[in-house]
């Protein structure tokens, strides 16, 4: 008899029998496994020179070096193709673990609990547990409202190094989230401050979008409120502080459907008005919109939305507001006739191309 399919949505995380982790990506998911995004790799499979990638707890024997882009895609795709799933709609096949291939499920909310019902280990996990009880007695939300992603679900955290990577469940509750931290970084002489309260943020970094620049950038990623700077008293450790909205568990369906074909038809450039931004928050980022222009050859009267599997690109445009999108362009093909098209951002060609922001800003 056939197992019943596990419980799973954006951001669990599954191990494989290697010690690859990957977590769930968003919530369309064929019957036999989930879709996946690769994030770490034992250094017992993988290597490489980049100091950024390295993870290792201050006890942990062993090493972990995490994916960046689309290397963990490429990674799994040349050394462990057993770990992709066939994906109808777009007949072909994505990576992702099927259920019978699951060594280990991890769920931030769970892993969230642990940390903060005990004793602080160490200095990370006790600004963990401050910054919990600080935004519960300012605001109706729990710690059920939260869970952890990163090197804190999975234990090889570094007390001196690591960030706190946090979820948010559901889109009810979100916006009281956004007000309780624009109140935190208001404060004067306060532990928390918008990370993208000025370019600063983005430092030495190698700039890499194509029609996205790094002003743009750090103005639509200030409004979103969700990533801060925790600076301790001696101003020489700063801890960024994230919080990735997931959808909550009466929120969620599955929304693969396999009768749908999705095919892509070439590349676009438009601009649009965002007619509904509900599913801005989420995996992938969903914004309904009215075209109002596009450009080049490829032409099409019924775009609906777009849809992005850029992080960068998550709660990006407001309802109402017009905005300029660059990326694939897809038929969406219904079994009721119903076709529409779509534009479409994520990993692939021309990844640094795509951009999606808003036209006017203040």
């Given at each position: ?8 949505r954006d ?5 494989t029998n290697?010690g690859?982790?990957?977590r769930v990506?968003?919530?369309a998911?064929?019957?036999e496994?989930?879709v996946?995004d690769?994030?770490?790799?034992p250094?017992s499979?993988r290597?490489?020179s980049?100091?950024k990638?390295?993870?290792?707890g ?6 972990y070096?995490k994916?960046?882009?689309?290397e963990?895609?490429r990674?799994i795709r040349?050394n462990y193709p057993q770990?992709?799933?066939f994906?109808k709609p ?6 992702g673990?099927?259920?019978a291939?699951i060594?280990e499920v ?10 903060t019902t005990?004793?602080?280990k160490d200095?990370l996990i006790e600004?963990?547990q401050?910054?919990?009880a600080?935004l519960?007695?300012r605001?109706?939300?729990t710690?059920d ?6 090197s ?5 955290h570094h ?22 931290l624009?109140?935190l970084?208001g404060e004067?002489n306060?532990?928390l401050s918008?990370?993208?309260?000025n370019e600063?943020a983005i ?8 029609n996205?620049?790094?002003?743009e950038f ?6 979103k409120?969700?990533?801060?700077l925790?600076?301790?008293e ?8 994230e919080?990735?909205?997931?959808k909550?568990w009466k929120?969620i369906?599955?929304?693969?459907d396999?009768?749908?074909r999705i ?9 649009a008005?965002?007619i509904?931004?509900?599913d801005?928050p ?5 914004y309904?919109?009215e075209?109002?222009?596009?450009e ?6 019924n775009i609906r939305r777009?849809?992005?599997y850029?992080?960068?690109?998550r709660m990006q445009?407001?309802?109402?507001e ?7 362009l897809?038929?969406v ?5 119903n076709?529409?098209h779509?534009i479409?951002?994520s990993h692939?060609?021309?990844?640094f191309?795509?951009t999606?922001?808003?036209?006017t800003?203040?």
């Open positions: 008899m056939t197992a019943p399919k596990l419980k799973l951001r669990d995380a599954i191990v290697e690859i982790i990957l990506y968003g919530y998911h064929p019957p496994g989930f996946c690769p994030e770490y790799a250094e499979v290597k490489t980049d100091p990638a390295y993870r290792k201050k006890n942990q024997k062993t090493a070096y994916f960046y882009f689309d963990g895609l990674f040349k770990y992709t799933v994906y777009l007949r072909k096949r994505m990576v673990v099927k259920q291939d060594e991890r769920k931030p909310e769970t892993r969230i609990k642990q940390l005990s004793p602080p200095v600004k963990l401050q910054l919990i600080t519960k007695t605001t109706n939300l710690v409202d939260f869970g952890v992603f990163g804190l679900l999975h234990g090889f007390p001196r190094f690591s960030d706190i990577d946090l979820i948010f469940y559901g889109k009810e509750k979100l916006e009281t989230l956004r007000q309780a624009q109140s970084y004067k306060g532990f918008n990370e993208f309260e600063k430092g030495e970094k190698r700039w890499q979008f194509r996205y620049s790094p002003e750090v103005w639509h990623q200030r409004r409120l969700v990533y801060g925790w600076k301790n001696t101003g020489k450790r700063v801890v960024k502080v919080f990735e909205p997931v909550g929120e369906r599955n929304e693969y396999e009768h749908l095919t892509r038809e070439g590349w676009i450039k438009a601009t008005r965002v509904d931004d509900a801005a989420s995996m992938p980022a969903i309904r919109i075209p109002l222009k596009v080049g050859k490829v032409k099409a009267d777009i849809l992005s850029v992080e960068e690109f445009a407001e309802k109402d017009t905005v300029y999108v660059e990326g694939n897809e038929k093909t219904t079994k009721d006739g076709d529409f779509q479409t951002l692939g060609p021309r990844y191309e795509q999606l922001k808003v036209k800003r203040d």
